[in-house]
T-cell receptor, first 112, second 115 residues
Framework: GDSVTQMEGPVTLSEEAFLTINCTYT??????LFWYVQYPGEGLQLLLK?????DKGSNKGFEATYRKETTSFHLEKGSVQVSDSAVYFC???????????FGTGTRLTIIP | GAGVSQSPRYKVAKRGQDVALRCDPI?????LFWYQQALGQGPEFLTY????????KSGLPSDRFFAERPEGSVSTLKIQRTQQEDSAVYLC?????????????FGPGTRLTVT
């Protein structure tokens, strides 16, 4: 079945550091890929998505590129801020299937 | 506009009790999803409705779990004879439709603790 493996946390970085959170997936066919974020005390919200190979999703300075050859969708940001502290979830949705399959989440803490 | 709302936000149940969790989706959203999120884990799919039709219930862990959406709007997830392993956050999400381009919007969740 479909699965998502993401970088174990927690991750602690200083403000303005470069961020990478790794995500790889296993799926038949051609899934869409997502990053969701959960800020403290809030619900899950979509951060960015990519629906086909080589697509780059971007939002709020975050980027992720859909790499079919390595089955990866790593999340990156060039300069993190304290306000980026949250839990980040990588997820996929396979063609013809409505449900999202999530990774276990990575807790990110940015210190000033 | 209003997002997805869920009630109650917190529920404590004694083992063996029945519970009912409510989800109010965004108005006009056709699709509604339930997910279960155990502590320290990602959400796991439970079931999916398109309007009032339950099209996928493959994620429901046992026949103690039952979901309904009788009028194609509000949904209720019912858990009978709760067990300690049912303790989790139950998330509801809704979307405008079923195409991959439609985003799933999540509610704040109901945290269920079974003692």
């Amino acid at each position: 079945g479909d699965s998502v493996t993401q970088m174990e946390g927690p991750v602690t970085l200083s403000e303005e550091a470069f961020l990478t959170i790794n995500c790889t997936y296993t799926a038949t066919g051609y899934p869409s890929l997502f990053w969701y974020v959960q800020y403290p005390g809030e619900g899950l919200q979509l951060l960015l998505k990519a629906t086909k190979a080589d697509d780059k999703g971007s939002n709020k300075g975050f980027e992720a590129t859909y790499r079919k050859e390595t089955t990866s969708f790593h999340l990156e940001k060039g300069s993190v801020q304290v306000s980026d502290s949250a839990v980040y979830f990588c997820a996929l949705r396979n063609f013809g299937n409505e449900k999202l399959t999530f990774g276990t989440g990575t807790r990110l803490t940015i210190i000033p | 506009g209003a997002g997805v709302s869920q009630s109650p936000r917190y529920k404590v149940a004694k083992r063996g009790q029945d519970v009912a969790l409510r989800c109010d989706p965004i108005s006009g959203h056709v699709s509604l999803f339930w997910y279960q999120q155990a502590l320290g884990q990602g959400p796991e799919f439970l079931t999916y409705f398109q309007n009032e039709a339950q099209l996928d219930k493959s994620g429901l862990p046992s026949d103690r779990f039952f979901a309904e959406r009788p009028e194609g709007s509000v949904s209720t997830l019912k858990i009978q004879r709760t067990q300690q392993e049912d303790s989790a956050v139950y998330l509801c999400a809704s979307s405008q439709g079923t195409a991959a381009s439609y985003e799933q919007y999540f509610g704040p969740g109901t945290r269920l603790t079974v003692t």
